[in-house]
C-alpha cells in the first residue's frame, strides 16, 4: 500500500510526464513546419517514450493499491526561434525532471518504501540517458550554428531514431 504522500507525489509526477509527451509534441509540430522532418520524427519518438514513462507510474500506483487522480496538462509552448534553441528548452526540462525524480526518491526513502526505490531506480537511470541525449544533440547544434546544411544532417541522422520500444519490454 502506497503512502497518502507518495501516492500525491507520484500522482504529480504523472502529470509531469504527461507534460514532457505533450511538450515535446509541441516541439514535433514546430520542427515538422519548418521542413525539419528528422527533428519532427525524433521528437513524435520522445513523445511516445514519455507517454510509457506515464505507463509506469500509472500502472505502480494502480498495483500498489493506490489511486491515480489525472489532472490539466498545461500547455506547452508552441514556437521556439532557432532547433537550437527548442532543444536546449528541452535539454533544460530533462534536467527539471532529473530533479523531479531525485526528490521523489528522498520522498520515498524517507516514507522507507523500498518497493518504490527499486521502481524509482530505473527512472534515476533513465534520466541520466535522457540528459546525455539531450545535450549531445545540443552540442551538434552549436557546432554548426546557422548553417542549413549542417543542421540537414543533423535532421537526417535524427530521422533514423527507432521508434519508442514497447514499456514493459524496456524494463527488463
Ligand atoms: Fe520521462
Ligand atoms: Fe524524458
Redesign the pocket.
Given at each position: 500500500m502506497l503512502s497518502e504522500r507518495i501516492q500525491g507525489e507520484f500522482n504529480v509526477h504523472i502529470n509531469h510526464e504527461l507534460y514532457?509527451s505533450y511538450l515535446y509534441l509541441a516541439m514535433a509540430a514546430w520542427c515538422e513546419s519548418k521542413g525539419l522532418r528528422g527533428f519532427s520524427h525524433w521528437m513524435r519518438a520522445q513523445s511516445q517514450e514519455?507517454s510509457q514513462h506515464v505507463m509506469r507510474f500509472f500502472d505502480f500506483v494502480l498495483d500498489r493499491g493506490g489511486d491515480v487522480e489525472l489532472r490539466s496538462i498545461a500547455a506547452p509552448p508552441s514556437a521556439w526561434e532557432t532547433p537550437l534553441h527548442l532543444f536546449e528548452a528541452a535539454h533544460s526540462h530533462?534536467i527539471e525532471?532529473s530533479q523531479r525524480i531525485n526528490a521523489l526518491v528522498d520522498t520515498v526513502l524517507s516514507e522507507r518504501d523500498h518497493a518504490a526505490n527499486v521502481f524509482l531506480n530505473w527512472f534515476v537511470n533513465e534520466q541520466v540517458e535522457?540528459e546525455a541525449t539531450f545535450a549531445d544533440v545540443v552540442a551538434r547544434l552549436k557546432l554548426v550554428g546557422d548553417d542549413g546544411r549542417g543542421i540537414l544532417l543533423i535532421d537526417q541522422e535524427l530521422a533514423s531514431r527507432a521508434a519508442a520500444a514497447a514499456a514493459d519490454a524496456s524494463s527488463a
Open positions: 514532457s514519455e530533462e525532471v535522457e
